[in-house]
Each structure stands twice: as structure tokens, then as C-alpha cells.
């Protein structure tokens, strides 16, 4: 299993996040700014299976480049192994 976390402008996190859901995963959104892209910003974390991370960052670039950029990063995706998944 993985973790994504996915820093991304805040104007992209709406569309990603609903294409995301839209391919039926799990996304959770959190609030941030400054760091990585300098502005106000968005953070994605998905759990996935291994064997969806391309699936995953597949969504997100195709989502973001239909927004259109404007110059410079756009996002930036961490995957990161884990270990322990437990629901309580």
C-alpha cells in the first residue's frame, strides 16, 4: 500500500479531487499554503494500493493540464510506502 500526498494549487484541487472521485478513490483534502509551490494550496492524501499509484497521478496530470498552466509547477506528488492501515 501507498500513500500520495499531493501539494497542489488551490484553483486545481476541486477538479482533481472530483476526478479522483469520479475514478472511485478516496480523497482527502486538507488546507495549506506556503511551501513546495508558494501560494495558497490544497493537500491531497490518498491510501492506494500499489498497484493504482500511476492510475492516480495519471488523474491528476491530465486534470491539471486541462486547467491550463500559467509557467512553473503545477503540483507535487510524494508516494510514500506504508507499513500499517487500520480503520477504527
Known sequence: MKM???ILKDSDC???TQALTEQ???VTRIGSTGGLIKRGT???LLGVEDDQVDAVIEVMR???ASAGSSGGKRATVFVVPVENF???
Request: proline share 6%.
Open 4 to 6: 500520495i500526498i499531493a
Open 24 to 26: 472511485n478513490f478516496r
Open 42 to 44: 490544497g493537500t491531497l
Open 14 to 16: 476541486d477538479p482533481v
Open 86 to 88: 487500520q480503520q477504527i
Open 62 to 64: 491530465r486534470r491539471v
